[in-house]
């Protein structure tokens, strides 16, 4: 049954078309949103990236408070009292999932738009509830008779009171009793998640159809009356234990839908019907040529209409998130959005492979968000380039998938769009499913907590997978059940690295809570950044420090003793591992004592020197002096600026690329990325030459210190998704501009740095590992141990120019012995140095010519060797004029192949059989006349009496007749105890021949 969505024009009062009259842009609501709170002293805070930069905990930023998150949980000072913003949100999983009802109603969305503000510890209740109501009534002038409010009404079980408070602020603000509804936990007590901070909402809900009363309609999740701003005071902790204490600032968090509130200003039923969705609809119908969309609605989800608001919704998602940062490999759900879009537009518009259509409607989506979001339009290229790739990879995984899977999406042609339908486990999950899925849509259209445990635990499938699975069957998982069923069975099943993992951060945690009861202060470790350059020099100065605790198998002692201990100071210029960087070593002296510092930890701020004694003893209350190894720390810098230096010109080199791991060591440093363009040899050619390049223009590197937020201002920074970044981001900042390029290097890291790129000395890559399509590993040096690979390079390439001319002087010359130590003399020598340092592409040219110069002198041998097979075979048949022939060739075939083809054509009217001992084997080969076969003879008989013997295989060649023509292989053989076998082989065939003659 097919509905239109057109309420408003049928039943809505004059006065609410009055006051909606103007068309309210989608930009003019965002604005005037803004422009209201930063009139009342509210800062306005540019919206981060919907990939988390701060909350490893998310696969997307889901709400507008996620940024204000760490402040929330006091782990960082507000910046401002005030704050508001427009945020980039993406549900698509977990407990905000809204996948499942878009398109199918007309406010649900992957990606929306909150408009929010915050206050941190400055005004409550009485000022954010009236601030709401202004802004509504007298700013959008929705009219107050459409609009009800909701506040906490208790929970006896916690023994929390309702928040008569806030009641009472809504009656004197005007808003009747009849209109201000209690409700209980479930819908107006927020928590942001288990534990953590929380506390009672109050929500203004609008009624759409503008009806006199319909208090009874609130909160029941209907089209026409819709909550449209959440208020949320935070005022309480929810503890581990569950229950809840006050928090000593109180705050207030609130949040608004753009869509949502866009509609409601615009008179329109839907989201949909908003300039934020038109323009797409319009684009797909032209590119499509179908019906332009009519905003119908049909229960079961199947029309036209509805496939037009899912792609466009998921166009809106897929370019917003891929301009921020993410990638498909970071996130299933991603893919699967980007693959549902693929399919909706294959299937319901017609869009083919190549015609680059859902690339045109990026650029839609880039003209409807790009002046409020410029990184949208910025990002351009990047989106078309990851959106391409996905594209060309869906369709060419629906021709290579297995057979089984085909006729699985012979049954349910949804299942092509999940994102890994490759993982194990998954054909017989989805058989599983099929099994049950009419029985639980009968109940509640859930997937019971303990069957997705079932498909997690016996077939292999994680959480995103399952949840997919179920959106195609119309089901949606039981969350609750699934985690508790997943924590009983870890409970029962503990593996010892588990133990082991756990067993360390139990150890740190009791350290860090021991090291907290003494009330020490924390290490101040500023110093490990004041070092000095002269000249390419660098001085990393030691300081003069104070012992404040020793350590010795987790416990406090006074003094230092045999074997490992740990020592905090006051302060230290020793930097400990982070962001990939190893730490340093060095010592610790005093006038009569020297510890030697082989690691250091940071626990909870507290810096801890691991090491020994070596002179001496230091007590708790010694002034020490601490030294870094100046060696070691010199070469970590040089690594990780180095490291740097070769991600930007990766992304250069191959137009786009993320970084998905790296290590700094003092020897070496390796990043892992992953890329769109294979890095072939052409390409890490162009990447060592952009970071020489770079060394060679000898551009400072400049540190700054920034706020978190500030961080979010840089145009170009390169953020990693999931890494947390303190409140204070230390970014490393350095160009390189010279006639053909002009490229920048900006990342947030905690690392030591060094000030001139020209302070590396030398750089090459030295390794290059892929792991899959795109995904690779690559490991460099810097400075003296680049140079001295490259030295390698230069002496072992000297030498083959040498073994080139060598080699075709001696090949020309075909002298087996001479050949024969060639071979052998090369082959040595690539084994000697194969562990030799050396550049990646040197190394590469070195392998391809010892693999083709050691074929040429095989090839020579093998034409040396079967020339004197066939002068062998010419005496023994002109000695022997007739029957049969069986003879063992004395010609020595080395580790050249024989063909003994060539010999058995030398005589075609007489049966022979030759065996050849080459390539380490026993091969041989029979034939049989054709004239011969009368007497039941066989060639592939004969020879079976030498495979009886020897062992080994017996074929005939492709397309010959086995009865004439038959090989023979044998296991790698030991000449020198094989003698007996080979007479008894060839008195054996000897016997098998005599029998037919």
Not at 45 to 64: C, E
Not at 717 to 731: A, F, R, S, T
Request: proline share 3%; hydrophobic share 35%.
């Amino acid at each position: 049954m097919i509905r239109r969505m057109n309420l408003l024009k049928l039943v809505v009062p004059l006065d609410l078309r009055g006051a909606c009259c103007l068309h309210w842009s989608s930009h003019r609501v965002r604005n005037t949103f803004i422009e209201y709170f930063k009139g009342r002293d509210h800062h306005h805070v540019r919206s981060s990236p919907v990939v988390p930069w701060n909350d490893p905990t998310l696969a997307f930023v889901n709400a507008g408070m996620n940024q204000f998150k760490p402040i929330f949980l006091g782990q960082t000072q507000r910046e401002h009292r005030r704050a508001t913003s427009s945020q980039k949100c993406i549900r698509v999983g977990g407990k905000h999932n809204d996948l499942a009802q878009v398109g199918r109603d007309t406010y649900h969305h992957t990606f929306f738009e909150m408009l929010g503000s915050w206050s941190f510890g400055d005004y409550f209740k009485k000022e954010a509830c009236s601030m709401a109501w202004e802004l509504l009534t007298n700013v959008y002038k929705l009219p107050s008779n459409h609009l009800y409010v909701t506040y906490f009404g208790g929970e006896d079980a916690l023994g929390l009171e309702a928040d008569e408070e806030v009641k009472e602020i809504w009656r004197s603000i005007g808003v009747p009793y009849n209109r201000i509804l209690p409700f209980g936990m479930k819908d107006n007590f927020w928590e942001m998640g288990m534990f953590g901070p929380c506390g009672p909402c109050t929500e203004i809900h609008y009624d759409r159809l503008g009806r006199s009363f319909a208090s009874d309609r609130v909160n029941l999740g209907v089209e026409d009356l819709i909550e449209l701003w959440n208020i949320v005071f935070i005022q309480y902790e929810r503890l581990k234990d569950c229950s809840l204490q006050n928090l000593g600032t109180h705050y207030v968090d609130t949040g608004m839908g753009l869509e949502r509130v866009t509609a409601v200003l615009n008179n329109k039923a839907s989201n949909y019907d908003t300039d934020l969705f038109i323009p797409l609809f319009s684009a797909i119908k032209k590119m499509s040529g179908k019906p332009e969309y009519a905003g119908q609605f049909s229960d079961d989800g199947q029309c036209l209409d509805t496939a037009y608001r899912i792609l466009a919704d998921h166009m809106r998602m897929v370019t917003v998130a891929l301009a921020d940062g993410m990638f498909p490999e970071e996130g299933d759900k991603l893919r699967y959005i980007i693959r549902r879009a693929i399919n909706i537009g294959s299937n319901n518009f017609g869009f083919t492979h190549g015609n680059h259509n859902l690339v045109e409607l990026t650029q839609i989506v880039a003209a409807t968000l790009g002046e409020t979001y410029p990184e949208v339009c910025d990002q351009l290229e990047r989106v078309h380039i990851i959106l391409e790739h996905e594209e060309k990879y869906f369709y060419e995984m629906q021709e290579n998938c297995s057979r089984e899977w085909k006729d699985l999406l012979l049954q349910r042609p949804e299942l092509n769009i999940i994102s890994d339908w490759q993982t194990p486990g998954m054909i017989d999950g989805v058989r599983a499913i099929t099994c049950n899925v009419e029985e639980w849509k009968k109940c509640d259209s859930r997937l019971p907590g303990h069957f997705a445990f079932q498909l997690y635990d016996t077939h292999g499938l994680h959480i995103d997978l399952i949840e997919e699975l179920a959106e195609i069957y119309g089901l949606t998982v039981d969350q609750e059940g699934f985690n508790l069923a997943l924590n009983e069975a870890r409970q029962r099943t503990r593996t010892v690295g588990q133990q082991k993992l756990e067993s360390d951060e139990t150890f740190k945690k009791d350290l860090q809570s021991s090291i907290i009861g003494l009330n020490l202060p924390v290490t101040d470790d500023s110093s490990k950044y004041l070092y000095k350059r002269f000249d390419s020099h660098y001085e990393f100065t030691p300081i003069k420090t104070k012992v404040l605790l020793i350590l010795q198998d987790g416990k406090q002692v006074e003094k230092t003793v045999e074997g490992r201990i740990g020592v905090i100071l006051e302060a230290t210029n020793f930097y400990h591992e982070a962001g990939g960087q190893e730490g340093d070593t060095g010592r610790l002296c005093t006038s009569n004592s020297e510890m030697s510092i082989t690691s250091v930890d940071n626990v909870g701020g507290y810096i801890v020197h691991w090491g020994t004694m070596d002179i001496g003893e230091i007590s708790v209350g010694d002034e020490v002096t601490a030294k870094v190894c100046e060696t070691r720390r010199m070469r970590l810098m040089q690594h990780h600026t180095a490291t740097h230096l070769l991600n930007s010109a990766v992304k250069a080199a191959t137009g786009l690329a993320f970084q998905k791991s790296s290590h700094v060591a003092s020897d070496y440093c390796y990043l892992q990325v992953r890329t769109y363009q294979a890095l072939d040899h052409t390409i890490i050619h162009k990447i060592e030459n952009l970071v020489k390049r770079w060394i060679d223009t000898k551009s400072p590197i400049n540190r700054r210190t920034v706020k978190i937020n500030e961080m979010l201002q840089e145009p170009s920074i390169c953020l990693l998704p999931g890494e947390v970044y303190p409140d204070i981001v230390h970014i490393i900042a350095t160009k390189l501009a010279d006639d053909e390029f002009i490229l920048s290097s900006i990342e947030p890291c905690c690392g030591t740095h060094l000030h001139n790129t020209g302070d590396i000395g030398n750089f090459v890559i030295v390794n290059v590992n892929t792991a899959g399509f795109g995904n690779t590993r690559l490991r460099c040096v810097c400075s003296e141990a680049a140079t001295l690979a490259e030295e390698n390079a230069m002496t072992a390439l000297q030498q083959l120019e040498e073994w080139e001319i060598l080699v075709q002087k001696e090949i020309n010359a075909s002298v087996k012995e001479r050949l024969s130590s060639l071979e052998k003399e090369l082959r040595m020598w690539c084994t000697h140095n194969k562990d030799l340092v050396l550049p990646y592409l040197a190394h590469v040219r070195i392998m391809e010519f010892t693999n083709e110069y050691r074929r040429l002198l095989k090839n020579a041998l093998r034409g040396d060797a079967n020339k004197e097979m066939v002068k062998e075979m010419m005496e023994v048949i002109g000695v022997k004029k007739d029957g049969p022939i069986i003879h063992l060739l004395e010609t020595d075939f080395g580790t050249s192949k024989a063909v003994l083809s060539k010999a058995t054509v030398l005589v075609r009217q007489r049966p022979m059989l030759v065996l050849a001992k080459s390539e380490g084997i026993i091969k041989g080969r029979s034939i049989i006349p054709e004239g011969m076969l009368s007497c039941g003879v066989s060639a592939t008989a004969w020879m079976t009496c030498v495979s009886k013997v020897l062992g080994g295989k017996v074929t005939a060649p492709r397309g010959q007749n086995p009865l004439l023509v038959c090989n023979f292989r044998s296991k790698k053989a030991d000449y020198s105890h094989i003698g007996s076998k080979l007479k008894k082989a060839l008195e054996d065939s000897k016997y098998y021949i005599d029998k037919f003659l």
